[in-house]
T-cell receptor, first 111, second 113 residues
Framework: GNSVTQMEGPVTLSEEAFLTINCTYT??????LFWYVQYPGEGLQLLLK?????DKGSNKGFEATYRKETTSFHLEKGSVQVSDSAVYFC??????????FGTGTSLTVIP | GAGVSQSPSNKVTEKGKDVELRCDPI?????LYWYRQSLGQGLEFLIY????????KSGLPSDRFSAERTGGSVSTLTIQRTQQEDSAVYLC???????????FGPGTRLTVL
């Protein structure tokens, strides 16, 4: 079957710290992988995506690499800002099936 | 349209009443998804449509929940005889095809008193 397991939060970091949010998946076939972000009081929006193995998605300083050998898609950012405080969702999309979302990881960045 | 729209943005209802939530997807998007997000929880998949048909209804929590989509566009999620545990934010998303990125609407916040 298909599933996504995401690092549980909440995560609290100081500004300029390094961020990693772990995400691993189980899938049949060749899924696409996504990170969505939900800022306080707002809807979900796509942060980045990767559609095949070894692809790296990047946006707003965030990166994630589609690792088929470890079935992972960890989200990283070298230097977080207060404005990055949000809930981050890892997701998997596979043909013929629904999307699968992780449970979300809440990030708070303090000045 | 610019994006996915949902109405109403907020709905307060009394226990036992029926409610209808509406989703207008991005024009041309064939896939449409409904999710529920309870306070502090992740996304709970409810149902998805490919065109007007719903190949996967496995996420609907009970037979009080139903959804339809007409003309490959607008979708309505209906909850009958609402219960307090139905209180949540109901999110709609659409995509060009299955497994493509989803574009989310702002959600409908449902409160059942």
């Amino acid at each position: 079957g298909n599933s996504v397991t995401q690092m549980e939060g909440p995560v609290t970091l100081s500004e300029e710290a390094f961020l990693t949010i772990n995400c691993t998946y189980t899938a049949t076939g060749y899924p696409s992988l996504f990170w969505y972000v939900q800022y306080p009081g707002e809807g979900l929006q796509l942060l980045l995506k990767a559609t095949k193995a070894d692809d790296k998605g990047s946006n707003k300083g965030f990166e994630a690499t589609y690792r088929k050998e470890t079935t992972s898609f960890h989200l990283e950012k070298g230097s977080v800002q207060v404005s990055d405080s949000a809930v981050y969702f890892c997701a998997l999309g596979n043909t013929g099936n629904q999307f699968y979302f992780g449970t979300g990881t809440s990030l708070t960045v303090i000045p | 349209g610019a994006g996915v729209s949902q109405s109403p943005s907020n709905k307060v209802t009394e226990k036992g009443k029926d409610v209808e939530l509406r989703c207008d997807p991005i024009s041309g998007h064939t896939a449409l998804y409904w999710y529920r997000q309870s306070l502090g929880q992740g996304l709970e998949f409810l149902i998805y449509f490919q065109g007007n048909s719903a190949p996967d209804k496995s996420g609907l929590p009970s037979d009080r929940f139903s959804a339809e989509r007409t003309g490959g566009s607008v979708s309505t999620l209906t909850i009958q005889r609402t219960q307090q545990e139905d209180s949540a934010v109901y999110l709609c998303a659409s995509s060009l095809a299955q497994a493509n990125e989803q574009f989310f609407g702002p959600g409908t916040r449902l409160t059942v008193l």
